[in-house]
């Protein structure tokens, strides 16, 4: 069975800088896309960033890009998504997944089909 585990998130001022990371375990696709989602309360789920662990081709958000950089470490199995100057808008839950596809980030691209516990991220003005 796929697991995915996350560690990282916290509370930080806005401007601060927080960092991800996303390891997975036990998953046999070919091509591998990880990457996270975020969701805030009374807003819908919103894919952020994701990366094709063989390529590195990688896809940011609108609102994350060039203060967001996902990066991957093959020999561990292991994403990272470094966060920096950070918004108040930035606050929510963030859940790792990973699917075949990185489309699946993409607004109405559908959802990965496998999926972190998620990890709370507050930016506090």
């Known amino acids: 069975q796929t697991q995915l585990m996350h560690s990282g998130g916290g509370s930080v001022q806005a401007g601060g800088s927080l960092r991800l990371s996303c390891s997975v375990q036990?998953?046999?696709?070919?091509?591998?896309?990880m990457g996270w989602f975020r969701q805030a309360p009374g807003k819908e789920r919103e894919g952020v960033a994701s990366?094709?662990?063989?390529?590195?081709?990688?896809y940011y958000a609108d609102s994350v890009k060039g203060r967001f950089t996902i990066s991957r470490d093959n020999a561990t199995n292991t994403v990272y998504l470094q966060m920096n100057s950070l918004k108040t808008d930035d606050t929510g839950m963030y859940y790792c997944?990973?699917?075949?596809?990185?489309?699946?980030?993409?607004?109405?691209?559908?959802?990965?089909?496998?999926w972190g516990q998620g990890t709370q991220v507050t930016v506090s003005s």
């Open positions: 036990r998953i046999t696709y070919t091509t591998i896309c």
């Open positions: 997944a990973a699917d075949r596809w990185c489309d699946k980030w993409r607004p109405r691209g559908g959802s990965p089909d496998h």
């Open positions: 990366i094709y662990t063989s390529s590195g081709i990688t």
